[in-house]
């Protein structure tokens, strides 16, 4: 998580910090949260999409097969 696709809060918020962090979330601008859902999208999709990563994962077990 980073400032382009989300918020980090510690579990140890206090039930006011949080309901500050929701209403901030609820009155920030449209199109800026529509680029941090993108934002969070391609993290995901880049970094923790299982279709991908297998993918990823066999075809560098292969190649390192073939070099040694």
Do not use: H
């Not at 601008?29 to 859902?37: A, F, N, P, V």
């Not at 066999?58 to 073939?66: A, G, L, P, V």
Request: with cysteine; charged share 30%; glycine share 2%.
């Amino acid at each position: 998580v980073n400032s382009n696709n989300g918020v980090l809060i510690s579990k140890d918020i206090l039930p006011i910090e949080l309901c500050a962090k929701i209403i901030d979330f609820i009155q920030m601008d449209s199109e800026i949260k529509i680029r941090m859902k993108q934002s969070a999208f391609e993290n995901w999709n880049n970094k923790f999409n299982a279709d991908s990563n297998i993918t990823k994962y066999f075809t560098k077990m292969i190649s390192d097969e073939y070099e040694e």
